[in-house]
T-cell receptor, first 112, second 110 residues
Framework: DVKVTQSSRYLVKRTGEKVFLECVQD?????MFWYRQDPGLGLRLIYF???????EKGDIPEGYSVSREKKERFSLILESASTNQTSMYLC???????????FGAGTRLSVL | RKEVEQDPGPFNVPEGATVAFNCTYS??????FFWYRQDCRKEPKLLMS???SGNEDGRFTAQLNRASQYISLLIRDSKLSDSATYLC???????????FGTGTQLKVEL
């Protein structure tokens, strides 16, 4: 079974803090993704990575950066958290079967 | 216009009912189509792919209409456990990216 693990289920941060969201997958997948999910807006792609040290902007990259130093780990960074970044963040990975993205359980981030 | 559009619902149906959801997509060059299911406070999971000729998986039937740019999901003999949000997902041909609809909420009641 593919396992995608996000380091925190719930996180509360203050405006201006630097925030790291970590995601690890155990299936040697090349492709990894970060989404945020908001009511009425659905899942929106922030960044994705198709290999180590490779990254591409998704639809809403502003205010975020990512790091992929190892194949199994894809980190999302909020350089200076703002209240409009309060959201559910979902990490996903994809292997050779391009139909399926495996999601982590999500991190619910509140920025106060 | 949203790239992938769904009626948010909720659809409230009695157990045993047949229910259908539609989803429209804007990009005629879209290549592949899926339905994902998301339970409350859980992550999305692939329910089924949608093939041009239509396909069935038990009580679930998916159809694609390329001319009208919509896909559908039909659930027969609804169960309480079918209660979830159903996400329409489209690969619009932009490499690795999937575009998700906002989801249609289904509530199956006794």
């Amino acid at each position: 079974d593919v396992k995608v693990t996000q380091s925190s289920r719930y996180l509360v941060k203050r405006t201006g803090e630097k925030v790291f969201l970590e995601c690890v997958q155990d299936m040697d997948h090349e492709n990894m993704f970060w989404y945020r999910q908001d009511p009425g807006l659905g899942l929106r792609l922030i960044y994705f990575s198709y290999d180590v040290k490779m990254k591409e902007k998704g639809d809403i990259p502003e205010g975020y950066s990512v790091s992929r130093e190892k194949k199994e780990r894809f980190s999302l960074i909020l350089e200076s958290a703002s209240t409009n970044q309060t959201s559910m963040y979902l990490c996903a990975s994809r292997g050779p079967d391009r139909r399926i993205q495996y999601f982590g359980a999500g991190t619910r981030l509140s920025v106060l | 216009r949203k790239e992938v559009e769904q009626d948010p619902g909720p659809f409230n149906v009695p157990e045993g009912a047949t229910v259908a959801f539609n989803c429209t997509y804007s990009n005629s060059a879209s290549q592949s189509f899926f339905w994902y299911r998301q339970d409350c406070r859980k992550e999305p999971k692939l329910l089924m792919s949608v093939y041009s000729s239509g396909n069935e998986d038990g009580r679930f039937t998916a159809q694609l209409n390329r001319a009208s740019q919509y896909i559908s999901l039909l659930i027969r003999d609804s169960k309480l456990s079918d209660s979830a949000t159903y996400l329409c997902v489209v690969n619009m041909g932009e490499g690795n990216k999937l575009t998700f609809g906002t989801g249609t909420q289904l509530k199956v009641e006794l």
